[in-house]
């Protein structure tokens, strides 16, 4: 019986240590459209965060914030376009929109 508490112990400390891992080094941004209702335009993309400066789940919306106080379209824009540009060469894969990473990524803007 002891053996298997053990046991049990190292997968949860292993299980830890991946989710550790995961939210170290990698990271989602979340857009919604500015102008367009297309689904299309809503994406999210999972990339490796070495070296972008960028949090875990982050949104023009809420960088936006963070930098200028206050959300607009120009900031937006502006926004997307650096985070885009920072995380080309270290995208893993382009995700369908996910609301509930957005609404995350503005806890506390």
């Not at 979340?30 to 982050?58: A, C, E, H, I, M």
């Not at 900031?75 to 885009?84: A, H, M, R, S």
Request: proline share 4%; hydrophobic share 45%; glycine share 8%.
């Amino acid at each position: 019986m002891r053996r298997k508490s053990k046991g049990g112990l190292i997968i949860l400390a292993i299980i830890i240590i991946i989710i550790a891992l995961f939210i170290i080094f990698t990271g989602f941004f979340v857009s919604k459209p500015l102008l367009s209702q297309k689904s299309s335009d809503n994406y999210t993309y999972w990339f490796f965060r070495s070296g972008t400066g960028l949090p875990f789940l982050s949104s023009p919306e809420s960088l936006a914030i963070k930098r200028y106080g206050k959300s607009n379209a120009v900031n937006k824009v502006i926004l997307t376009q650096e985070v885009l540009n920072k995380i080309e060469n270290k995208k893993i894969t382009r995700l369908p929109y996910i609301g509930f990473f957005y609404t995350l990524s503005m806890i506390g803007k």
